[in-house]
């Protein structure tokens, strides 16, 4: 467990300057539904790969403001040199537990815009505190988890090492970045501390400064081999690139002498695809067919797509920089929205945001979340509200046109995908394996269309609000312009 401590601070001023606006008001009894969710798709990709959960669960469990946290907030002022904060609202944050119910969709499971993938139910003042760190933890993890699952599929089952770790955001990004990729589909990592952590499987072998540190490649090269026999992986470009093979060769075929083998060799420079067949010829007429080529070198799932292309025979593929940082988008937009608030014991009243631009207006209602599936292959997404329940035929609409309409096939299978997490603040459900949220992202990417897959302009799946819920929105927004123009 990483989170040993509270983190209870992982937030956003406004998020305590509203707590304590609510708590004056009196306001605070009050229960409120807030929905996490994203617009788009990052990398003008097809579908997004939901991960962060595990890491978010034991940031709840261990909430809670410790009495260093409220003298903190207690030396802060506002405007006027006065302190900001009433100290008998910190005394209530300090006796303050998680009360909410949280529901959210495994980690692995593909997501798509306008879709839940957290819901908090709960005290308004604890679900809105929670808003800042649920952002910060789960847009992070499904940016990468989504990079690493199109880097899998552009290497079409070779393994993808992630290597990011010296060019990650810091040491907690570098962690989130090796967890959220393992969940992405990546066989591996280089970072150590990830593998202790999170039990990911940890790869490795040596860099140019071991070459450069001797006389001449091949007594780098033995050397190595001598210390480290059962991890013989070379990096043969430090001078040049196929006399580096020849000189792997030989000291594969001493390794074989002595009962072990050469396990590889890694490229990070030159025309990949080239020094690949080329490597890929000379390590086979040497006995060497079982030894893997690795390639490194500022890969992306749009070059590794083109060697693919290029026949390159590349067995391996080690993705550093472009995977851990998220090369080309570097956030996810994911939000937080308040959908629906009640007083104890009344009905609950729904809610919608107005813009002026279609796809920030929000959806009202307990949201949930149902996926139709048959013969193995994922129809469509009805995002309905589970206190109004769902109309049968199930018809979604396109909540940016509702002239786009896709009616479900009544034979198809449908299961909903917001589970539950937590009740009253207590945690009711094991956070599964690493392993099996990796092993849920390979399932169900398998299940989507390979339009829907495509690196470049996929296609579209379909995801849309249950007719009810649509006639329920746009009755709310209809009577929100009203009144905004009276």
Sequence with gaps: MIYSESLALLTDLYELTMAQAYWRSGTHTKEAVFHLFFRKSPFG????????????????????????????????????????FDGAFLQHLRRLELGCDIDAVPEGTVVFPQEPLVRVRGPIVEAQILETALLNVVNFQTLIATKAARVCLAARGDPVIEFGLRRAQGIDGGLAASR?????????????????????????????????????????????????????????????????????????????????????IRLDSGDLAYLSIETRKMLDAAGFKAAAIVASNDLDEHVIESLKHQAAAVGV????????????????????????????????????????QAVKVSTPGVQQVRRFERGGELLGDAIYDEERGIREPVVIVDPLDATRRKKMPPEARAADLLEPVFRRGRRVAAVPPLAEARERTRRQLAMLHDGVKRLMNPHEYPVGLEEGLHELRTSLVLAARGAAGR
């Design 317 to 356: 593929w080690g993705v550093g920089t472009r995977l851990a940082t998220a090369y080309d988008q570097p956030a996810m937009g994911g939000v937080y929205k308040l959908s629906a608030v009640r007083r104890p014991g009344e009905p609950w009243r729904h809610k919608v945001k107005l813009s002026e």
């Design 45 to 84: 990709s097809g579908f997004s790969v939901a991960c962060g959960l595990g890491t978010a669960v034991e940031l709840l469990e261990s909430f809670r403001f410790c009495d260093d946290d409220v003298r903190y907030l207690s030396s802060l002022t506002g405007n006027d040199g006065k302190p900001l």
């Design 180 to 264: 959220a990729a393992y969940v992405g589909g990546c066989a591996g990592t280089s970072n150590v501390l990830a593998g202790k952590v999170h039990g990911i499987p940890v790869r490795g072998t040596h860099a140019h400064s071991w070459v450069m540190s001797f006389d001449s490649e091949m007594e780098a090269f033995r050397s190595y081999a001598e210390a480290m026999p059962n991890n013989c992986v070379f990096l043969v470009d430090t001078y040049d690139t196929l006399q580096g093979v020849r000189n792997a060769i030989e000291v594969g075929r001493w390794l074989r002498s002595r009962g072990q083998d050469l396990a590889g």
